[in-house]
């Protein structure tokens, strides 16, 4: 057992003072308790060793050390240094023990991969920690029995105070009931159940609880003392003139012991006051619970049991569930971030003090060359010796050298413990850093269910909006009243999840480029689909982010220089992080469209000097470009004048087309991703006359018509089942797919999707809007297939887009499920369906002249 007497250094109350303190650790809490004596029952206080750290300075003096916590630091003192020493390595040792069994990590039994991954980071840490302790910095030190140990206990307390000094005024309760335990007795304190001393509170208080010391002395698990400890301790107490009964006797008629007692009973008057209030704020508090419980009584009396919305209310249980696990985990995270920030400023502390000693010590190591330097000459002549240095002069030169000799191999053996103590420190924040890891993993993977819990209470609510002119009118309106609470929880969630969210996947209003995450409709129907397509996409990227996003933007930084290869095509097919997206998109732009300097400038002046046909109508469609955007949902949003410049210029550039709707949109997002309006502009060009084909944007858009026979012949051989329902309702997908060939699925598609589409359609053409588009069908194939009313079919596919929010999924089967499609086919399909489509054109002229003639012949 670790325990001992030391000197506390008193740092608060009226005294201050070094106090003797009986010092005892528990293994099981990693504390150090304290005692007046070591016949006490009741400590103290106590030190907390788990979050500490340790440092000893040889200016303080010898044998003197502190134990830094996150709330206080404490100065101790030794007998001796060898004594300081052992306490110091004792409790370094402990500290390490306590840290690698006590398991840190939360209960992973809900996901068994979360288990395995828990297990190998726990595996890592502690292999670590095992090879690190082969290291040694510096030599156990023998164990100073006469100053630790159990049986120091029975040597006298060391006294450096009087004996009121040593009384401890900041726990007067703690002192009486010690003193009287001394006394009267255990036997006789136990037995005696009309005393006023009850030992029953303290048991109670955290500080008091020291099992490990009363299980070492002999205590019974009621906390009575045993009949032969007892008398062990009468025996003590009468025949070895034990210290604390003297001081009892001496100060049993002083004025200093009945000032003692009387500031005794004014705090203990003061506490009993205390705990008066407490129990009528307790009696108060069980009044209100037992109102609210009548209350909630007859409410369940009163309400008809139903099924779903029985559901309901299962699903508010289960997700109030989750939501306090996310506080704890929230929670627990922040106290480990402080106590890293803790240790990060003391080890920063420890290095600046270890860098200031190794100076002291080189500047005391060159004193001492110089002396013996100076000896040495003088020595060497023994006829000056005699004249200029007398014997005393020599003795104090030797003692003085003697001396620093002492210092040296102090700070030698301080510089190997503050080693040590770094070393150990270092180990410590590694395995916390680790530990919060794991922890964030955790709490995404909760995050990830509690969306997906979300999501799925959000879609029985729409079933039940759905079957609402069915329900009775107090059902419709709990409905109603559950529909609003849920769409005002992201407001609630915002301010309790910033932190939490900025560790794990930072989600708010908008995302990195301006979209809203959660669209705001004004038809409640689709507020709450917006809702769950937030949900589903939050989810998502959770689940996602440590699996895939990390090994994916790890490859991404790999990469130096970007070159052509199947690699890379890979890569922008699964998305271009973030931080590489502008980089990688003005590559791909300057690869097939180098920019001319000075050109965009030269158009600017054009379109400033001369108004452009087009310019009525691009003003006209500057308010509607994406208006979920809010760089361009106000006529004063800060990219409006920037789009108006880059439309003006790209209709001085190219006089064929001018100015088309649906360019508005492609310039917009091209701002958004490269922020540069001349670096937008030649982006624009490139899509338009590099990636589509000619003529996609003429007046007759004929090539954008031709696109839509291309794709309705690939609708039917890649989806048949698809395409026969189409045919059985007469649906024309062409009314809702034009716009998607037009605009590259901008306004269609999630932001987060529509970018990953827009990186591989920049570096391999058009092409991938025809996978993609098949994909989307494809990805809701089974969901239109459960539909038999055209008019609905049309009502699905005008949003059915938006609630696609699984973009890997979308990825694999637009370029692994539709293989193969080579752009060879899909050139040789335009050409026919060009020839057919400008045969019936050319007819429709023929008609049109016909027609013209004859109504002319016809007169008026």
């Known amino acids: 057992k670790l325990c001992g007497y030391l000197n506390k250094l008193g740092i608060k109350g009226p005294i201050k003072t070094w106090k003797s ?41 010898e044998g003197i050390f502190e134990i830094r916590t ?3 630091a404490f100065t101790l003192k030794a007998i001796s240094r060898q004594a300081m020493m052992y306490w110091l390595q004792q409790l370094q040792m402990r500290r390490m023990e306590f840290c690698n069994n006590q398991s840190r990590f939360p209960d992973a039994r809900s996901n068994g991969i979360l288990s395995c991954s828990f297990a190998f980071v726990s595996y890592f840490v502690f292999t670590f920690v095992d090879v690190v302790d082969n290291e040694d910095f510096l030599p156990l030190v023998k164990t100073p029995t006469e100053a630790v140990g159990l049986k120091a206990a029975s040597l006298p307390a060391p006294q450096t105070s009087t004996a009121l000094q040593n009384i401890s005024l900041k726990h007067p309760w703690t002192e009486i009931q010690n003193t009287v335990y001394n006394i009267c007795g255990s036997k006789q304190l136990w037995g005696n159940n009309g005393n006023v001393f009850s030992f029953d509170e303290f048991q109670e208080h955290p500080e008091n609880v020291v099992e490990e010391q009363e299980a070492e002395e002999g205590t019974l698990e009621d906390g009575r003392m045993g009949p032969r400890l007892n008398w062990i301790r009468k025996a003590r107490w009468m025949n070895s003139g034990f210290p604390g009964s003297e001081e009892l006797s001496r100060e049993k008629n002083s004025v200093e012991k009945v000032s003692v007692l009387q500031q005794q009973i004014l705090t203990l ?21 037992q109102q609210e419980k009548r209350v909630s009584s007859m409410y369940l009396t009163a309400a008809e049991d139903k099924d779903r919305l029985e559901l309901v209310r299962h699903k508010v249980r289960q997700i109030a569930d989750l939501t306090s696990r996310l506080e704890v985990l929230e929670q627990e995270k922040k106290e480990l971030e402080q106590i890293l920030s803790l240790r990060d400023s003391h080890i920063q502390e420890l290095k600046e003090h270890v860098q200031l000693l190794m100076e002291k010590n080189h500047a005391k190591q060159e004193v001492i060359m110089t002396l013996t330097e100076q000896m040495a000459r003088e020595l060497s002549d023994p006829l000056q010796e005699a004249n200029t240095i007398t014997v005393e002069t020599l003795y104090k030169q030797q003692e003085e050298i003697e001396h620093l000799k002492d210092d040296i191999d102090a700070y030698k053996t301080q510089n190997q413990f503050l080693n040590s103590e770094i070393h150990q420190v270092t180990r410590l924040w590694t395995s916390v850093a680790e530990n919060e ?27 039940l909006q759905e079957a609402v002119p ?65 949900l589903e996409i939050k989810s998502n990227k959770l689940r996602s982010q440590e699996i895939v996003e990390k090994p994916l933007r790890d490859r991404w930084n790999s990469i130096a220089e970007l070159n052509p290869s199947g690699e890379l095509k890979s890569l922008i097919r699964s998305g271009i992080p973030v931080e590489h997206r502008q980089r990688v998109w003005r590559w791909m732009v300057s690869r097939h469209c180098s920019p001319v300097p000075g050109h965009y400038q030269r158009l600017l002046e054009q379109s400033r000097s001369t108004e452009h046909p087009a310019c009525r109508q691009i003003e006209l469609d500057l308010p509607r470009t994406l208006t979920n955007n809010k760089h361009f949902s106000s006529p004063t949003s800060q990219l409006i004048p920037t789009l108006r410049r880059v439309l003006l210029a790209f209709s001085w550039h190219n006089p064929a087309i001018g100015y088309c709707q649906g360019l ?48 309705k012949d690939f609708l039917s051989e890649k989806l048949p089942r698809l395409m026969a329902h189409f045919e059985q309702y007469r649906i024309d997908v062409s009314l809702i797919t034009f716009n998607w060939f037009l605009v590259a699925f901008v306004d269609s598609l999630v932001s987060d999707i529509l970018l990953r589409v827009w990186d591989a359609f920049l570096y391999e053409g058009t092409k991938v809007i025809f996978r993609y588009a098949l994909a989307i069908f494809k990805y809701n194939e089974e969901e239109i297939l459960r539909i038999h009313d055209s008019v609905e079919i049309y009502q699905y596919l005008r949003f059915f887009t938006r609630m696609i929010t699984d973009g890997r999924k979308l990825m694999n089967i637009a370029f692994n499920d539709l293989n193969p499609f080579p ?14 489509l400008e045969a019936e054109l050319y007819e429709l002229e023929q008609i049109k002249a016909a027609y013209v003639k004859e109504r002319a012949e016809q007169g008026p």
């Open 269 to 289: 008057t003061e506490e009993v006051k205390s705990q008066k209030e407490l129990v009528k704020l307790l009696h108060k508090a069980l009044e209100a619970a």
């Open 70 to 72: 996150p709330s206080r």
């Open 21 to 61: 303190r009986w010092f005892f650790y528990d293994e099981n809490k990693c504390r150090l308790l304290y005692y007046r004596t070591a016949q006490d029952i009741n400590p103290l206080g106590s030190i907390d060793l788990s979050s500490a750290s340790f440092d000893c300075k040889m200016e303080n003096g």
């Open 437 to 463: 890891k794991a922890l964030l993993m955790k709490c995404a993977c909760l995050q990830a269910r509690n969306c997906q819990m979300e999501s799925k209470y959000l879609t029985v609510l729409r079933k």
């Open 664 to 711: 508005n949109r492609l310039a917009a997002v091209a701002l958004l991703v490269l922020e540069d309006e001349e670096s937008a502009f030649w982006c624009l060009v490139y899509i338009v006359e590099n990636l589509m084909p000619a003529d996609y944007y003429s007046d007759t858009l004929i090539t954008s018509q031709v696109d839509q026979r291309v794709f």
């Open 823 to 836: 752009m060879k086919l899909l050139r040789n399909r335009r050409s026919m369906h060009r020839e057919e």
């Open 470 to 534: 069915g329900l009775p009118n107090s059902h419709a309106e709990l409905v109603k009243n559950l529909i609003q609470e849920a769409l005002q929880w992201d407001v609630k969630e915002e301010a309790e999840e910033v932190e939490l969210n900025a560790a794990l996947c930072p989600s708010s209003e908008y995302d990195e480029y301006g979209f809203m995450t959660v669209p705001d409709y004004e038809v409640e129907d689709w507020k709450l689909l917006a809702k769950i397509q937030a």
